[in-house]
């Protein structure tokens, strides 16, 4: 499987940003896709996922301003970031993990979102 991220970029405190991840190749059916964000000197942390069956999973530092979606039929999944603050600013990383096979899973390229005046 291979994912293309796009949509980073730099915003103002407050604004938004959506970000796009398609993913190619042998995707098992039952699948959850997210993403991931890495800021420099921290860990990379799950931002939000969601199963091929719709169920969704936020962390608690963003749950009300960011949306998790998919396009099944695209093989697209996508992340409505709203109300951006300064410590949103990382590297998001989007995610494919086969449900059943924990051997079979991608990660996209990253791409960088900064949020500041």
């Known amino acids: 499987v291979q994912l293309q991220a796009s949509g980073g970029g730099l915003v103002q405190p407050g604004g938004s940003l959506r970000l796009s991840c398609a993913a190619s190749?042998?995707?098992?059916?039952?699948?959850?896709m997210g993403w991931y964000r890495q800021a420099p000197g921290k860990q990379r942390e799950l931002v939000a996922s969601?199963?091929?069956?719709?169920?969704?999973r936020y962390a608690d530092s963003v749950k009300g301003r960011f949306t998790i979606a998919r396009d099944n039929a695209k093989n697209t999944v996508y992340l409505q970031m709203n109300s951006l603050k300064p410590e949103d600013t990382a590297v998001y990383y989007c995610?494919?993990?086969?449900?059943?096979?924990?051997?079979?899973?991608?990660w996209g390229q990253g791409t960088q979102v900064t949020v500041s005046s």
């Open positions: 190749g042998n995707i098992f059916s039952r699948n959850i």
């Open positions: 995610n494919y993990r086969n449900v059943l096979n924990p051997r079979d899973y991608a």
């Open positions: 969601i199963t091929s069956g719709g169920d969704t």
